[in-house]
C-alpha cells in the first residue's frame, strides 16, 4: 500500500515566488527594449554611414566637444538656478 502526500506551498511562499517573477519579468523586458533600441540605432548608423561615409576623428571629436560643453553648460544652470525656457541650451 502506497501512501499519498500532498503538501501545498504556504500563500506566503507563493506570494514571494509570484512577486519575484514579476520582478524578473520587467527586467527581462526592460532588457529586450534596451536591445531593441540600441539595434535601431545601428541600424540608423548603419544607413547614414552608407549614404554619408563614415564620422571621421575629427568629426567624432568636434560631437564629442560640443556634448561636453553642453553638459557643462547645464550644470552651471542647475548650479546657479537660471533656467531661461526661451533660450536653446
Same mark, same amino acid.
Given at each position: 500500500?502506497t501512501?499519498?502526500?500532498?503538501?501545498?506551498? &504556504?500563500?506566503?511562499?507563493? *506570494?514571494r515566488?509570484?512577486?519575484? #517573477?514579476?520582478?524578473? &519579468?520587467?527586467?527581462?523586458?526592460?532588457?529586450l527594449?534596451?536591445?531593441?533600441d540600441?539595434?535601431?540605432?545601428?541600424?540608423?548608423?548603419?544607413?547614414?554611414q552608407?549614404?554619408?561615409?563614415p564620422?571621421t576623428?575629427? #568629426?567624432r571629436?568636434?560631437?564629442? !566637444?560640443?556634448w561636453?560643453?553642453?553638459d557643462?553648460?547645464h550644470? !552651471?544652470?542647475?548650479?546657479?538656478?537660471?533656467?531661461?525656457? *526661451? #533660450?536653446?541650451?
Amino acid at each position: 500500500m502506497t501512501a499519498e502526500i500532498r503538501v501545498r506551498p &504556504s500563500r506566503r511562499l507563493t *506570494g514571494r515566488a509570484e512577486a519575484a #517573477e514579476r520582478v524578473l &519579468s520587467a527586467y527581462v523586458a526592460e532588457a529586450l527594449r534596451f536591445k531593441r533600441d540600441r539595434d535601431r540605432l545601428l541600424e540608423l548608423v548603419d544607413c547614414l554611414q552608407e549614404e554619408h561615409g563614415p564620422v571621421t576623428e575629427d #568629426e567624432r571629436a568636434a560631437a564629442f !566637444q560640443e556634448w561636453e560643453d553642453l553638459d557643462a553648460e547645464h550644470e !552651471q544652470r542647475r548650479a546657479t538656478g537660471k533656467h531661461n525656457a *526661451g #533660450e536653446a541650451a
